[in-house]
């Protein structure tokens, strides 16, 4: 069980509940849900250990949260969960902005995010902060 704090942005309530959920089965019970990136911007002094970002959302993309979460806190690991179909060039542009993985919105995405979630998350040196 891992108590890192996970916040998760998605602007659809019903998907961003579901990948709550699908977390919390997994055994990561610290998750908060927002629904836009300013409010996750906001509780960043809380220092999650990852943030999940979609990355359509209404005022400030994923690319926009990216930046400032890495403005505020260098150490919090950020992963896109997005439905856009694959595009090289906006993967590479957050990947040098400091994401660290990019997942697609559906059945087999969540199951990789889950994977890379178990690896770089829940074990190992890192887990030691949890």
């Known amino acids: 069980m891992s108590k890192a704090l996970i916040h998760i942005v998605d602007d659809d309530p019903l998907f961003g509940k579901s990948i709550k959920k699908i977390l919390q089965v997994n055994k990561y019970e610290n998750v908060v849900l927002f629904k836009n990136g300013e409010d996750c911007v906001q509780e960043l002094h809380k220092k999650p250990k990852l943030v999940i970002l979609d990355f359509s959302l ?3 993309n994923g690319l926009d949260v990216l930046r400032l979460i ?3 806190n260098r150490n919090t690991k950020v992963v896109f969960l997005t439905s856009l179909d694959e595009n090289k060039e906006l993967q590479e542009r957050c990947e040098k902005e400091g994401a660290e993985g990019f997942f ?11 994977t890379w979630m178990k690896k770089n998350i829940s074990s190992g ?6």
Not at 104 to 114: A, V, W
Not at 125 to 130: G, K, R
């Open 58 to 60: 209404e005022t400030l």
């Open 104 to 114: 697609h919105k559906d059945q087999e995405g969540i199951e990789e995010l889950i």
């Open 125 to 130: 040196f890192f887990s030691f902060f949890n």
């Open 70 to 72: 890495k403005k505020t």
